[in-house]
């Protein structure tokens, strides 16, 4: 049971005057065992968030809490904290190395996150458990990236977070680059591998429709900021904050023609 | 770092399909020949010496400096000794002294480029600056002055090559294992906790290789031109020992007596420069880093019967009947598009639907003939406004009559999924739609830039006058998307073909642009061909929908029908039910369709 907890966390890219800031300023929590939605349109900061909470870029101030420590900058045991914080990447085809098999992929994760498992032989075992957690054929161990589909590719990606043995997980658009005909599978996954292992999940995306069926609570994200949190259904289905209620609005539905939008012609920075 | 065991060893089948790769390669008529230099180049080297190595040395006095005979097939140097079995001999010491050098510059190169991947940031700083230094410098320069510090003499000769060839390839590592490393899967190794060093060991080395070795191929011949270079200029190789660039310096003497053995010497040289090429070719083809596309003509499959087009308009602007893109895959052929027909009504909104690899875009780049050779386009008609676009049962992209050049560039218009990459970066986006009413308005320069500020002004960029002299990136995804349409508006397009021109932007933007297009059918009476993933756009957005599977059109209907839930087509009702919709309910699973689904290609019978 782990909890996540972002507190006023600050994401400045480049330095001095070409200084950015990404995030600014973002408190959200994710008890333990809940799926919460982050959503927001590119540019919005979400998927910072997500690289700073795993670490690929440090926060400029704020805390990450994994559980209570911080983990921010953190050095030693704190460190290996932030491990229990794994992330599934948008796009499978680039997050997994394209001259490593299946097999290797989830491997490099066991070496270095179960040192219980001392042999080859133990880990491979544990590799073929995972292949079938995430309901690919074993026998694919041997097969390369580039000779799976899409949605295998990204199976195979959720099992290298797996492997890992997380107990957090940050899916970030994990669905964005497969076909629709695919992403119910992937995400049906998502949603079985939570709650069997009781994993705490923060869920980035900008499809609402998909975030409102999986998680339980959502933050809707604008140009570094939360505009407007909360249970995910009070959220969609009766946004209060203007942005979330034009967000809403422009998801295309089936059959209903796209509710015209006045054009601004002055100023619009778009 | 505590000692893991040794990782799960790599399955055969990386291994194997790279094997296949090099077989193939090598059995390329460029890979005979060089691996027969290569072989011829090993041998000499290796038996060089033993076979002519006495010979070489025997010194007959009586004759100095003769002309080619039958003994001496190029002739005697100064001291009598016979220049051919000293040029073969030699072969060893200068091609051992080139390898080498290279295989110095290449290990330090790698060590020095991807030093700054694994150490902190001040080191990778100071081997930058260093680098950059060193890279003002011409090479062989270099070279020169090291070996003058070092002392002349074949090892100092080899290591002044090596150290002058290091920044080189300090660089070149460096670049590719920057890309290597800011990939995902390198991040995620991070995030797993992997280690600098086996991040670098196992996913930017295996990942920068390639290149690497085929840059050292070809640079082994720069080497051994440089080694010679410096033999030849006397800070080489030393008395009693020789290369070719000694025995070229020797030669030179003699060269307005007898110039048999500077040829010789030179197209010693030649060959062995070419080898070390003409094997760094063989290599990139087989790491698949230039493949020259293999032109082999198929014959047209048994003409089956032709696609019946399954919704036919009076008057079309776009008339498309049997159309089939065939594209080279490996040995043979894919068909990503096998018989489509269909019709596009004057001032209709049609919507193509389809997943990846359906073939839907393909099918809107053939109508259009954006699609260049190797990929081959065959329709047994494509009328656009009642021109026939097809000559001999193909479309191609180079079309023969201006005039229907002209036509296709004022009235059909084409706008791209990622207006990020369709505008050229370097160029004032003004500029860019201008140059269309350049090009197919017949205007001059003046009012074509007149037409693309009122253009861009329709399609609703604020202050279109000053934002012409504006760069693409210093526009939104949005507006760069809407200047895109604002080109095809420059003539009075008939049809407007959009391939996703909204999957790389965001919701709210993507109304602007829709509602944008849909003015464009409006006001202007353009037909409009919408290619989506996204069947609820479609539906909402279009009049008719064309649902592609495979290649082919298994069902066309209307929005209308299609909202309603009267598709028929098995594939259409699955994609229907697998979007994810806000009504559904929360926590329930997401409909599927399995992987292995198979649905029939066949369409549903004609609607009207």
Request: proline share 5%; aromatic share 4%; net charge neutral.
């Amino acid at each position: 049971m782990t909890e996540l907890v972002l507190e006023d966390v600050r994401v400045r890219y480049g330095s001095g005057s070409s200084a950015h800031d990404a995030v600014k300023g973002v408190s959200l929590t994710v008890a333990s065992g809940r799926t919460v939605g982050l959503v927001g349109e590119s540019g919005s900061g979400k998927s910072t968030i997500a690289r700073a909470i795993v670490g690929l870029h440090e926060p400029h101030a704020g805390r990450i809490l994994v559980d209570g420590t911080d983990v921010v900058r953190a050095h030693g045991r704190t460190a290996v904290l932030r491990r229990d914080v794994q992330m599934i990447f948008q796009d499978a085809s680039s997050s997994l190395d394209p001259r490593m098999n299946v097999g290797a992929s989830i491997a490099e994760a066991l070496e270095v996150r179960r040192p219980d498992l001392k042999d080859v032989k133990a880990r491979r075992a544990e590799v073929a458990r995972l292949l079938e957690v995430v309901e690919l054929d074993p026998a694919r161990v041997g097969d390369l990236p580039s000779q799976l589909s899409g949605g295998q590719r990204q199976r195979v990606a959720i099992a290298r977070a797996l492997a890992a043995a997380p107990r957090v997980l940050l899916a970030d658009e994990i669905t964005s680059a497969l076909d629709v005909s695919v992403q119910g599978t992937v995400l049906n996954l998502l949603r079985k591998v939570q709650q069997e292992l009781d994993l705490t999940v923060l869920f980035i995306s900008h499809n609402l429709a998909v975030v409102r069926q999986l998680c339980e609570e959502v933050a809707v994200m604008k140009n570094g900021l939360l505009v407007e949190s909360g249970p995910t259904t009070r959220v969609i289905d009766a946004p209060e904050h203007p942005y979330t209620r034009e967000l809403v609005r422009a998801v295309p539905r089936l059959g209903v023609p796209l509710a015209e939008t006045p054009l601004s012609r002055s100023g619009d920075p778009r | 770092m505590t000692t893991l065991p040794p990782p799960i060893p790599a399955a055969p089948a990386a291994s194997s399909s790279s094997r296949h790769a090099l077989v193939t390669a090598l059995r390329s008529p460029l890979g005979i020949v060089a691996s027969l230099l290569l072989v011829t180049l090993i041998l000499l080297a290796t038996f060089g010496p033993v076979i002519w190595g006495e010979t070489a040395k025997v010194a007959d006095l009586t004759q100095l400096s003769m002309a080619p005979s039958a003994a001496h097939p190029l002739g005697t140097d100064a001291g009598g000794r016979d220049v051919l079995a000293r040029l073969l001999s030699a072969t060893r010491i200068s091609v051992v002294t080139a390898v080498l050098a290279t295989a110095i510059g290449v290990t330090l190169g790698v060590l020095l480029g991807l030093l700054p991947t694994v150490a902190p940031n001040w080191v990778a700083r100071v081997v930058n600056s260093i680098l950059g230094v060193a890279l003002a410098f011409p090479s062989l320069l270099l070279a020169i002055v090291v070996s003058i510090i070092v002392g002349v003499g074949v090892v100092s000769v080899t290591l002044a090559i090596g150290l002058a060839m290091a920044p080189a390839y300090a660089r070149l590592a460096q670049t590719l294992g920057a890309s290597a490393a800011g990939r995902d899967y390198v991040d995620a190794a991070r995030v797993l906790g992997v280690s600098r060093f086996r991040i670098l060991t196992r996913h930017v080395l295996p990942n920068v290789r390639d290149p690497l070795i085929v840059n050292a191929s070809i640079g082994a011949g720069t080497a051994l031109v440089a080694s010679t270079g410096l033999s030849f200029l006397g800070l080489g190789v030393q008395a009693p020992d020789y290369d070719w660039g000694r025995m070229l310096n020797e030669s030179l003497d003699g060269i307005f007596v007898n110039a048999a053995p500077t040829l010789g010497l030179s197209a010693a040289i030649v060959f062995a420069g070419v080898t070390f090429a003409l094997v760094g070719e063989t290599l990139a083809r087989a790491f698949g880093l230039n493949r020259s596309p293999r032109r082999q003509r198929r014959r047209r499959g048994a003409s089956n019967d032709e696609v019946a087009p399954l919704h036919v308009v009076d008057d079309p602007v776009l008339r498309v009947r049997d159309l089939q893109v065939r594209v080279p895959r490996g040995d043979g052929w894919a068909d990503p598009v096998r018989g489509v027909s269909f019709d596009v009504g004057r001032g209709e909104i049609v919507g193509v639907v389809g997943e990846s690899g359906s073939g839907k875009s393909l099918t809107c780049m053939a109508v259009a003939a954006l699609l260049e050779e190797p990929i081959e386009v065959a329709a047994s008609t494509v009328q656009f406004e009642g021109t026939e676009l097809t000559a001999g049962g193909r479309v191609s992209s180079r079309i023969s009559s201006a005039g229907v050049a002209h036509q296709l560039g004022a009235r059909m218009a084409f706008v791209l999924q990622d207006p990020a990459t369709s505008l050229n970066p370097a160029l004032h986006v003004g500029t860019q739609v201008a140059e269309v009413g350049l090009l197919h308005g017949g205007l001059d320069r003046k009012s074509a830039h007149r037409r693309a500020v009122d253009r861009l002004d329709a399609v609703r960029i604020p202050d279109a006058a000053q934002r012409a002299q504006a760069y693409p990136h210093e526009f939104s995804g949005g507006m760069r998307q809407r200047a895109m349409i604002a080109m095809g508006l420059m003539g009075e397009p008939a049809l407007l073909i959009a391939d996703e021109p909204t999957t790389a932007l965001d919701v709210t933007v993507q109304r602007e642009v829709m509602s944008l297009l849909a003015e464009v059918n409006e006001v202007k009476g353009t037909a409009l061909l919408f290619v989506s993933h996204d069947i609820a756009l479609v539906s909402s957005f279009c009049t008719r929908v064309l649902v592609m599977y495979r290649g082919a059109i298994v069902e066309d209907l209307t929005a209308a029908d299609l909202a309603a839930g009267r598709a028929r087509h098995p594939y259409t009702r699955a994609l229907v039910e697998a979007i994810p919709h806000l009504e559904a309910e929360p926590g329930t699973a997401f409909a599927t369709i399995a992987e292995d689904a198979e649905f029939p290609t066949e369409p549903v019978g004609s609607r009207s």
